[in-house]
């Protein structure tokens, strides 16, 4: 496949539950961003790498939110203690010079 | 918090009418995209503008720059129901940066 996948697509998770959620980019793009989705409005950006360095993670909501790219390819964003507010798409984009390529997503809701 | 409002938030339009969706701020932006989102999809890249006043077109799509470089505009000639989706507008602050803020989205339905 050449775009970014995402998985799992949906995943429902009891409240207090840690998630992980996973982000396979384009092979060769060197950034990677997560971004978090809440219904109707537009992504709003969680963290960046450049490789496997996490540049910026100032869009975390909280410290239960922790992202790692180990091997500068794969990303996990992981949930620890999930709480319903978290519920919400999760994206994932690489990109190549200025254009960022979207991942479709996973949707995490939290009962 | 989104720095970047869009407007209209909704719009519901007949296959061949002509539309326009507004992307304000009151920051500089250095340079502006353009998506549109599919459910169920991540966004896809339209268009980039990075000077004040620039206009660029994607077939019956036209974007504008505003000149202060705080304002952007999508138009829409002769709407077609495969242009149904939500449009987002994303600032880049500096330039070079990777940071990207998302407006609001316009939610655009195309009735056939």
């Known amino acids: 496949g050449a775009g970014v996948s995402q998985s799992p697509r949906y995943k429902v998770a009891k409240r207090g539950q840690d998630v992980a959620l996973r982000c396979d980019p384009i092979s060769g793009h060197v950034s990677l961003f997560w971004y978090q989705q809440a219904l109707g409005q537009g992504p709003e950006f969680l963290t960046y790498f450049q490789n496997e360095a996490q540049l910026d993670k100032s869009g975390l909501p909280s410290d239960r939110f922790f992202a790692e790219r180990p091997e500068g390819s794969v990303s996990t964003l992981k949930i620890q203690r999930t709480q319903q507010e978290d519920s919400a798409v999760y994206l994932c984009a690489s990109s190549f010079l200025e254009t960022q390529y979207f991942g479709p997503g996973t949707r995490l809701l939290v009962l | 918090t989104q720095l970047l409002e869009q407007s209209p938030q909704f719009l519901s339009i007949q296959e061949g009418e002509n539309l326009t969706v507004y992307c304000n701020s009151s920051?500089?932006?250095?340079?502006l995209q353009w998506y549109r989102q599919e459910p169920g999809e991540g966004p896809v890249l339209l268009v980039t503008?990075?000077?004040?006043?620039e206009v660029k077109k994607l077939k019956r799509l036209t974007f504008q720059f505003g000149d202060a470089r705080k304002d952007s505009s999508l138009h829409i000639t002769a709407a077609q129901p495969g242009d149904t989706g939500l449009y987002l507008c994303?600032?880049?602050?500096?330039?070079?940066?990777?940071?990207?803020?998302f407006g609001t989205g316009t939610r655009l339905k195309v009735l056939a």
């Open positions: 920051s500089v932006f250095s340079s």
């Open positions: 503008v990075v000077t004040g006043g």
């Open positions: 994303a600032g880049a602050r500096t330039s070079g940066t990777y940071k990207y803020i």
